[in-house]
């Protein structure tokens, strides 16, 4: 197991984790929607996005060389293309009589190149744009599309303008041109205050307010392939994927996705498989199905369906990846990933916390800690451990039973490095569990910290942090009905093995 969990990189336990969902197909999560009755029709107008191909960070910067190499494109024209692409599709879903004002954050590379270019056009179609460029590139390029646009008085403003107010009170649309496909690590000042700025008007707005948070090609502070794994909560509105969406794109949930850059030559859909939509007329743009997103009054269901028999997988981690895509896609479960731990002590004292799943797959369920915090000792001398997770909007629970043991040094490597700078500081500034006089105390150290490593781009993981896997031998979905008459469905298994050829025994216990 341990061997396996060597071999298998923190980025493919991931990749299975999170695609894992999409890959079990189209037509079975919409036969799931079906059963909760929140299928519409796919229109004529979108094209269902289970169905298309996804890129990950590396194909999607070799198929650029390719199109501004042998393909013989220029990199302003695959911009001009970009940038009208994505105005084309604000335009699409909001009008400016209701969605007028536009503020463009244009990021030090071409994803804010393909932002200045949407500024130019947007203007041109009626609305009044700003535009916040905080890095601006001494690049020909990118100096003539500033010209361009000051020379339609559009006007650029300071960051710290920007970050002075609510962005909702400044704009109806916020145009995300901060990172693109290339970005990789945690996002640097000043561009983690403008991404933590969009993150908050998303958590502020208010019903019926006329604002919305559209991202070029990939969330800004998003890992190109995996998400929002920094968990910088950025869950812009719209996206507008270029080429082809990008891995990441599987974890976008808000309510518009489109697809730009209609300039795809075949040999490029042959050399990278591409399924693609094909684009309507002369439209620059696409839109892709995101019914299957909105899954928000799932609840009702639950307290009238039954948890039957064939709808179950025979595998429970399939079960749980099923449910999981609930979860996550239900609008007010705000953390889905939240789960309950149980460990034992030595003097066989249960204890509990919660913490956050950060990948599951065949061989349990992972999440990070301090090995030398309370339930780090327990582990050590215990490795019996429990885990809940209560999904209360929908009604529905998992426990999990079963034995745990770190992850490689690797895989907890390769995670601590996709975190956040300020929470690797905290991390390194916390004896996790143990007595301090004062929260001051904490404070100071993690300023300690933050200037011990000021000069230092990378900061090594302690050996004393690192993730755990939950390894279970026993897994049980429950679902809360009408009455009181819950379901609850477990599988168990005595095997040893840890993959999916571990057979397991279905049975159902009285609620
Ligand atoms: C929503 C939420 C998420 C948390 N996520 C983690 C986590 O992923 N890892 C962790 O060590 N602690 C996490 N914590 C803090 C733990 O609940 C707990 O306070 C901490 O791990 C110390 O527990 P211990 O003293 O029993 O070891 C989280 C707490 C909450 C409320």
Same mark, same amino acid.
């Given at each position: 197991m341990v061997f396996r969990l060597l071999r298998a990189s923190s980025s493919q336990l991931y990749r299975s984790i999170i695609a894992r969902p999409q890959q079990r197909g189209y037509p079975q999560h919409r036969f799931l929607l079906k059963r909760i009755g929140k299928v519409s029709p796919v229109s004529s107008m979108s094209f269902p996005s289970e169905t298309i191909s996804y890129l990950g960070q590396v194909p999607a910067q070799k198929l650029d060389e390719d199109l501004m190499g042998p393909l013989g494109f220029s990199v302003d024209q695959l911009m001009e293309l970009a940038g009208l692409s994505c105005a084309c599709a604000i335009h699409e879903e909001y009008n400016t009589a209701t969605h007028g004002r536009v503020l463009v954050l244009v990021g030090p590379g071409n994803n804010g190149g393909d932002g200045l270019v949407a500024a130019r056009h947007l203007h041109h179609f009626g609305y009044q744009v700003q535009v916040c460029y905080p890095k601006q590139t001494d690049k020909a390029l990118y100096r003539n599309l500033v010209t361009q646009l000051e020379s339609l008085r559009i006007p650029f403003i300071g960051v710290e303008t920007v970050l002075e107010a609510s962005l909702a009170s400044q704009a109806n649309i916020v145009l995300d041109g901060l990172f693109g496909f290339s970005f990789k690590g945690s996002p640097r000042p000043p561009f983690d205050g403008l991404i933590s700025s969009m993150a908050r008007a998303v958590v502020t707005r208010k019903d019926g307010d006329n604002f919305a948070i559209v991202s070029i090609d990939v969330p800004s502070g998003w890992n190109v392939e995996e998400g929002d794994m920094a968990g910088l909560d950025m869950q812009p509105d719209m996206l507008i994927s270029l080429t082809a969406p990008k891995l990441c794109a599987k974890e976008f949930r808000g309510t518009h996705h489109y697809l730009g850059g209609r300039f795809v030559p075949p040999e490029i859909v042959e050399k990278y498989g591409l399924v693609l939509p094909k684009y309507p007329g002369s439209s620059m743009c696409v839109k892709l199905d995101t019914v299957s997103r909105d899954v928000s009054n799932i609840r009702k269901m639950y307290e009238t369906e039954a948890l039957s028999d064939i709808h179950m997988h025979e595998n429970p981690m399939d079960q749980f990846a099923e449910w999981f895509e609930q979860a996550k896609h239900c609008k007010t479960v705000e953390e889905p990933n939240a789960m309950a731990v149980a460990s034992v002590n030595s003097d066989a004292q249960p204890s509990?916390?919660?913490?956050? +799943? /950060?990948?599951?797959?065949?061989?349990?369920?992972?999440?990070? %800690?301090?090995?030398? %915090?309370?339930?780090? /000792?327990?582990?050590?001398?215990? *490795?019996?451990?429990?885990? $809940?997770?209560? #999904?209360? *909007? +929908?009604?529905?629970?998992?426990?999990?039973?079963?034995?745990?043991?770190?992850?490689?040094?690797?895989? @907890?490597?390769?995670? #601590?490095? %996709? /975190? *956040?700078?300020?929470?690797?500081?905290?991390?390194?500034? %916390?004896?996790?569990?143990?007595i301090i006089e004062s929260s001051e105390q904490l404070l100071k150290s993690y300023e300690t910290m933050k200037d011990e490593y000021s000069s230092k781009d990378v900061i090594p993981r302690p050996s004393w942090w690192g993730g755990y896997i939950i390894q279970p031998h026993s897994i049980e979905f429950w679902q809360g009905r009408a009455s009181r008459l819950?379901?609850?469905?477990?599988? $168990? $298994?005595?095997?040893?093995? $840890?993959?999916?050829?571990?057979? #397991?025994?279905? @049975? /159902?216990?009285? *609620?």
């Open positions: 509990v916390r919660v913490v956050l +799943l /950060r990948g599951f797959s065949d061989h349990g369920f992972v999440f990070y %800690s301090n090995y030398e %915090s309370r339930k780090g /000792r327990d582990f050590e001398g215990n *490795p019996n451990v429990a885990a $809940t997770f209560y #999904w209360e *909007p +929908l009604g529905m629970s998992v426990r999990v039973e079963g034995t745990i043991q770190r992850l490689s040094a690797a895989d @907890s490597d390769a995670y #601590w490095a %996709s /975190r *956040p700078r300020e929470h690797q500081i905290g991390a390194l500034s %916390s004896a996790q569990s143990s819950h379901d609850r469905v477990i599988y $168990t $298994t005595d095997s040893t093995t $840890t993959d999916s050829t571990k057979h #397991w025994v279905r @049975s /159902r216990p009285s *609620p």
